[in-house]
């Protein structure tokens, strides 16, 4: 089985792929490793660290191929990212069909009024960021209202944060149950 963590930026992808990682012992890759890698690694650049669109669009064929390699190898795999964009998560279902689960995290505008210092104060939680990567209120609620309607037009799963992060946060355990 491969599981697939998408969502915007502070949301818990990779909280969530560490505590699927403690639960099955999947191997898990955070597409932001991968991202890194490459602007680390190559030379040219393939794109600059905040080119999200270009990114998702570079990483597409590397993540499908990984996936499809795990799969003949009958092997399961967690990737968690910002790059999984529902376009891309729907290219994937339909190839792949019922061998993957995917579930995208995002906040609700009230839940991000409500909670914005809060979001950044946890943002360090799995991985220790060498700064803050603190985005502007409206553009952090634009943002996720943004992915909704995406995940709405492509079908995909979707948890919202509304109120209380903890609480919600096991229901995106239990779903990849």
């Known amino acids: 089985m491969i599981f697939l963590i998408a969502g915007e930026s ?9 505590k699927l990682l403690e639960l099955y012992h999947y191997p898990y ?15 040219p650049k393939p794109f600059e660290v905040d080119e999200d669109i270009k990114i998702a669009k570079f990483l597409y064929p590397i993540i499908r191929s ?10 399961n795999l967690i990737l968690e990212g910002i790059y999984l964009y529902p376009k891309y998560i729907n290219l994937l279902k339909e190839e792949f069909k019922s ?8 906040f ?24 803050s990567e603190k985005i502007i209120l409206n553009e952090l609620i634009k943002d996720h209202l943004k ?5 709405l037009k ?3 799963n979707f948890l919202e944060f509304k109120e209380n992060y903890e609480l919600e946060f096991e ?5 990849f149950n």
Request: hydrophobic share 40%; with cysteine; aromatic share 8%.
């Open 154 to 156: 492509y079908q995909c």
């Open 29 to 43: 890759i955070s597409l932001d490793h991968l991202k890194m890698g490459f602007l680390k690694g190559i030379f």
């Open 108 to 131: 609700s505008k009230e839940y991000i009024l409500k909670n914005y210092e809060l979001i950044y104060e946890k943002e360090s939680v799995i991985e220790k960021r060498l700064a």
């Open 147 to 151: 992915l909704k309607e995406e995940c």
């Open 99 to 106: 061998k993957i689960k995917h579930l995208n995290l995002l």
């Open 10 to 18: 502070h949301t818990g992808k990779t909280l969530l792929a560490q």
């Open 171 to 175: 229901k995106a355990l239990i779903f």
């Open 66 to 75: 990984i996936i499809q390699t795990n799969l003949e190898n009958n092997q």
